[in-house]
């Protein structure tokens, strides 16, 4: 991640104070002229380049109050580009970006956005309970300090210097600084990253509460198992235009392929073929993976077989017309990960 712009106190780039801790309490009062009424983000037709690479695209979205959104995209997508135009820490070449019908930076400043992002240091000479503190007192509408703590489940470690942290209980530091008031929208940019299982479980408890309270959270993330869990909405980038937006289920059955598993004995291989029962797999229609492992169905020796299909029908019946005889057949939908490789490396194919 590119991210520049560190949360409270720490050296800033553009727009420090950009974790919703700007002391100003600036009215959010100007015409949504941008984006649909009501939305707490709305990107239209935003680009933004450095030099000859076009980190974001053209892109146009918005997002409501409540929802919970992950970004997804490969390394170079443009998910942190697109979190600092939405915080107001770049400008976007052409387009326009509104956060709850205003700039982001006049949305920040009247307290309406809490950020957790990934780089940056924080202050290290203060303990945990000072710094929380400090972003308490810079936000116009703040929660106690006491209720923060307990939040990010860092009471027990309030009075340590937090230059003496885990990366795991920093990151907890970071989402208390994100969640330090009553902010409408929490801009998280992979808030798990070094968090063990419990701490993981514990945060998207917390960050699903703050979404039934009718807030809106965006979250950047790689853990695709964790879109899959939590978010109400996947949205995909890729080099910086949008590839999906939908649930999860959506961008599952939109990526179309499935999965199939089945167990090929020797015995049942068709043994007359001179070919091996790999190459023979290769001729079924509409494969988009196949990986065949020595291994068996227990009654006898033989292969066991995965592959993708974007027709798992007719990849099925064509085993049979093969001369093959599958055991043990499974057939099952992609989880979000497999979707995601799917749609992106389509992408990829298409422009090559
Ligand atoms: N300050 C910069 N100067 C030049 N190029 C940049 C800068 N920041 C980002 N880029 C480029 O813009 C593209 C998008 O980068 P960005 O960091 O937004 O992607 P990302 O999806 O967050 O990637 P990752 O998952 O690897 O963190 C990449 O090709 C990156 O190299």
Redesign the pocket.
Known sequence: ????VNTVGAAAGPAAGSTGSAGSTGRAGSANRAGSAGSAVSFQQVTKA??E?L??DGLTLDLHPGETVALL????????????LLLGLRRPDSGTVRVFGTTPRDAIAAGRVGAMLQSGGLMGEVTVRELVRLACELHPRPYRVSDVLAAADITRIADRKVDKLSGGQEQRVRFALATAGASDLIVLD?PTTGMDVTARQAFWATMRDQADRGRAVLF?T?YLEEADAVADRVLV?HR?RLLADGTAAEIKARAGARKVAFDLLDADAGSASRHSPEQRLRELPFLTELTVSRGGAGAGPGHTVRLQSTDADATVHALYGLGLHPRNLEVAGLGLEQAFVAITAAEEARTA
């Open positions: 991640m590119t991210t520049t450095y030099g690479v980190a974001v995209g490969p390394n170079g997508a443009g998910k942190s580009s697109t979190l600092d992979e950047a790689h980038l910086g």
